[in-house]
């Protein structure tokens, strides 16, 4: 088992910044990935950003390359998304997630094994 703590959200003004961290405990070394996803009112969750841990590999959605980099520390079992050049529909629940295992892709949701509560992120316009 892997149990999740995601913080960092909060409410930020439109071009503004944003971290967001992610602190994994329990199993962790053997988990493949963490991922980012996010849920806005009245939307399905989606994929924001994705990292293996080892290699380091990214996987980021169109939606926010440019402004987000998600990063690890491995040593601390955490994750982190920095988001830059905020806008107003980036307003969402944000949720960590980990792959225990490798799979296929990193931006399917049903692919993550263990997630976080959530974080609410919201930005002003």
């Known amino acids: 088992q892997v149990q999740l703590a995601e913080s960092g959200g909060e409410l930020v003004q439109g071009g503004g910044f944003l971290r967001l961290s992610c602190a994994a405990s329990?199993?962790?070394?053997?988990?493949?990935?963490m991922g980012w996803f996010r849920q806005a009112p009245g939307k399905e969750r989606e994929f924001v950003a994705a990292i293996v841990r080892r290699s380091g590999r990214t996987a980021y959605a169109d939606s926010v390359k440019g402004r987000f980099t998600i990063s690890r520390d491995i040593a601390r079992d955490t994750v982190y998304l920095q988001m830059n050049s905020l806008k107003p529909e980036d307003t969402a629940v944000y949720y960590c997630a980990v792959q225990g295992s490798p799979k296929v892709t990193l931006i399917r949701q049903y692919e993550y094994d263990y997630w976080g509560q959530g974080t609410q992120v919201t930005v002003s316009s």
């Open positions: 329990g199993r962790t070394a053997s988990t493949y990935a």
